[in-house]
């Protein structure tokens, strides 16, 4: 039986400790949100006023052919602005794009036991977790998400230990989509002055995720958010989302844009990836690009998959900006510090906005 949801103990219990999650109190057929789950009204998205992002997607075929600076120049412009842009015909299959989509749909419509062995505190193995919200002991409020999280390291270790339900279709999106993140990173660090060869890709991109979030139907979308403000804390993150839609965006207050301050719909492209700044690359270039702070609504409708590639440089590396900025900007805006430092206090306070670099800032007062 179902506990009572109005109990936030017993709540908690269920969905985390549990691991039941989101859809098992959905499947329980409850017909209100339970309070644990209502976001402060600041925090509510306002879906009918929200504007939508109009700019259109980038065509990474262009790439390599006489367009090549001007598919640049868009790379760093949104970079520089925003912090998102689609990509087109980028080299990941479709038919892989549909195949993760209904993987994911079917990963999470589990028995809830079968999900539950990967939870933080038994999963057979460190690189896999199964788990809800983002960190459910610390939020005020709950996010409304269940999520399964793959850590890569080698395939090897990735086919033996990644669920079996949906590990050769996360392996293969992280695979077919590595030549895509090496140019999209080869041309903003080659923007900053920074070469990318193969020994320093490592420290750019050395560590990598694969992610499959699962937003279940909610009677009352306009009080819960699926995942709250915030920014990513890798380099450059690999979105597949669905054709709902829900992913919101704030244009940054410092930027030459219209909207400056507001929250923008990203509306989902057919066959299109997202692709976002995350906090490392903004501090290489020492501020110039910006890490999208972001957020993601839920609905009454359906439910709602995405499915991210996380990239990040290795735990042991340094973080500084670059010097070649640094040099030009005459000052330094972030100190120097190893990423696995950054990353435990990323994982160690909920959601704030861009909260997660003043980890990093230096004062200039």
């Known amino acids: 039986m179902a506990p009572s949801f109005d109990n936030e103990s017993s709540l908690f219990n269920f969905v985390v400790r549990d691991g039941n999650g989101v859809k098992g109190i959905v499947d329980s057929g409850i017909s209100k949100v339970p309070q644990a789950y209502i976001q402060p009204t600041a925090e509510q998205i306002d879906k009918k006023n929200a504007s939508k992002c109009e700019i259109p997607p980038i065509?990474?075929?262009?790439l390599n052919g006489p367009d090549h600076d001007e598919v640049v120049n868009q790379f760093v412009r949104a970079a520089e602005t925003l912090g998102f842009f689609q990509v087109v015909n980028h080299g990941v299959p479709i038919q892989l794009l549909d195949s993760l989509k209904q993987t994911a749909h079917n990963f999470f419509s589990l028995p809830a036991e079968r999900k539950a062995v990967y939870r933080k505190e038994v999963s057979p193995s460190p690189l896999?977790?199964?788990?809800?919200?983002f960190v459910p002991e610390k939020e005020r409020a709950l996010e409304w998400k269940d999520y399964i999280s793959m850590a890569y390291t080698n395939d090897d270790e990735a086919l033996q230990q990644?669920?079996?339900?949906?590990?050769?279709?996360?392996?293969?999106?992280?695979?077919?989509?590595?030549?895509?993140v090496r140019n999209l990173l080869e041309a903003l660090l080659g923007n900053l002055g920074e070469e990318l060869d193969d020994s320093k890709i490592d420290a750019f991109i050395g560590k990598k995720m694969v992610n499959m979030n699962f937003?279940?139907?909610?009677?009352?979308?306009e009080l819960t958010v699926g995942v709250g403000r915030h920014s990513d804390m890798g380099t450059l993150t690999i979105l597949l989302q669905d054709g709902i839609g829900g992913l919101y965006v704030k244009v940054p207050e410092d930027v030459d844009m219209e909207k400056k301050g507001e929250w923008v719909e990203i509306p989902p492209i057919p066959d299109a990836l997202v692709i976002n700044v995350g906090d490392m690359l903004q501090i290489w270039s020492n501020g110039r690009y910006k890490s999208a702070e972001h957020r993601v609504r839920t609905t009454s409708t359906k439910s709602r998959v995405s499915i991210p590639i996380f990239t990040s440089p290795l735990p042991t590396q340094k973080v500084a900006p670059l010097p070649q900025v640094v040099k030009k900007d005459g000052v330094a805006r972030y100190k120097e510090f190893v990423f696995s430092n950054y990353m435990n206090s990323f994982f160690g306070n909920a959601h704030d906005g861009k909260k997660s670099l003043e980890f990093a800032q230096i004062n200039s007062n």
């Open 162 to 180: 990644w669920p079996i339900e949906c590990r050769d279709v996360a392996l293969q999106f992280l695979k077919t989509s590595h030549e895509m």
């Open 215 to 221: 937003y279940p139907t909610c009677p009352n979308p």
């Open 59 to 62: 065509d990474l075929s262009k």
């Open 128 to 133: 896999v977790k199964y788990g809800t919200s």
